[in-house]
Nanobody, 124 residues
Framework: QVQLAESGGGLVQAGGSLRLSCAAS????????MGWFRQAPGKEREFVAS????????SYADSAKGRFTISRDNAKNTVYLQMNSLKPEDTAVYRC?????????????????WGQGTQVTVSS
């Protein structure tokens, strides 16, 4: 099992940037692929980005490509989501996720562990 705690959310103007962090604990962390999901009010949870256990492979939702970058520092047990050129439609609660593989962690039903989430609000 992996325990996850997100931080870095907040209020930002459109066009601005935020970096989310996900601190992980538990022996299984370094063998887990990691991902980010988000859920806006009244909308379904959606996949944002994922990264393999080594950090060598990444995957992005179309809405995140070119603007968001996922990375991880296994020495610090931390996963990051750098978000640039933010838009009001990026407003959501962002949650960190741990799973078995780069592709399986894209699917909410296959996620093994979830963080509590951090709110991101982008004003127009």
């Amino acid at each position: 099992q992996v325990q996850l705690a997100e931080s870095g959310g907040g209020l930002v103007q459109a066009g601005g940037s935020l970096r989310l962090s996900c601190a992980a604990s538990g022996r299984a962390y370094r063998r887990r692929a990691m991902g980010w999901f988000r859920q806006a009010p009244g909308k379904e949870r959606e996949f944002v980005a994922s990264i393999s256990w080594s950090g060598g492979s990444t995957s992005y939702a179309d809405s995140a490509k070119g603007r968001f970058t996922i990375s991880r520092d296994n020495a610090k047990n931390t996963v990051y989501l750098q978000m640039n050129s933010l838009k009001p439609e990026d407003t959501a609660v962002y949650r960190c996720a741990a799973g078995e593989s780069l592709l399986s962690v894209r699917r909410a039903r296959d996620v093994n562990d979830w963080g509590q989430g951090t709110q991101v609000t982008v004003s127009s």
